[in-house]
């Protein structure tokens, strides 16, 4: 069953701007992941937090998390054309099943 | 270079073809994954493998068989298929712990005809 949702499903912003994608998930997690994909490539991992951490940053990428809401954001600052991809959030069970669950992604689009 | 090997890139076949995924990590993880990924669905998971025994069998049809004979290597037999079984076949790999960060292959797209 599908874990994790991001919204929006698509996004178009100008070269330089910030792009905000939003995760929901439904059951508590241990933690939650972000990964990007290029079109028609793998999946590549971006960014973990854990369930009792509440914000983490890397490069560019800032990744908040509210348990309490059962949500994440991920924000990509001073976007670039190459950042132009899918980006997925996933989800364990919290169960003591590290299994991840992923969702239907957020397709970004950055133009030049 | 992610660390995880797909073979071949792209696979066309027929409806009566046996042909066959192959998947090789370098990673020294323990676990080893299938994921189906069709247009506008979620990333489906289809197969686990932790240390070469299958936990996880996401009730996917029998004209799929996985095969892993070691840590390291994992396949992907197919057969009969049909043409909605067209899509991006993604193999992964993890190290099966509580930071179950997975690194996934470059995927075998598929087409049945």
């Known amino acids: 069953s599908q874990q994790g949702e991001e919204d929006p499903q698509a996004l178009s912003i100008q070269e330089g701007e910030n792009a905000t994608m939003n995760c929901s998930y439904k059951?508590?997690?241990?933690?939650l992941q972000w990964y990007r994909q290029n079109s028609g490539r793998g999946l590549v991992h971006l960014i973990l937090?854990?369930?009792?951490?509440r914000e983490k940053h890397s490069g560019r990428l800032r990744v908040t998390l509210d348990t309490s809401k059962k949500s994440s954001s991920l924000l990509i600052t001073a976007s670039r054309a190459a950042d132009t991809a899918s980006y997925f959030c996933a989800t364990d069970s919290g169960a003591g099943s590290y299994q991840l669950t992923f969702g239907k992604g957020t397709k970004l689009s950055v133009i030049p | 270079e992610t660390g995880v090997t797909q073979t071949p890139r792209h696979l066309v076949m027929g409806m009566t073809n046996k042909k066959s995924l192959k998947c090789e990590q370098h990673?020294?993880?323990?676990?080893m994954y299938w994921y189906k990924q069709s247009a506008k669905k979620p990333l489906e998971l289809m197969f686990v493998y932790n240390f070469k025994e299958q936990t996880e069998n996401n009730s996917v049809p029998s004209r799929f068989s996985p095969e892993c004979p070691n840590s390291s290597h994992l396949f992907l037999h197919l057969h009969t298929l049909q043409p909605e079984d067209s899509a991006l076949y993604l193999c992964a790999s993890s190290l099966y712990s509580g930071e179950n960060t997975i690194y996934f292959g470059e995927g075998s797209w598929l087409t049945v005809v």
């Open positions: 059951t508590s997690i241990n933690n």
């Open positions: 937090i854990r369930s009792n951490e």
């Open positions: 990673l020294g993880h323990n676990a």
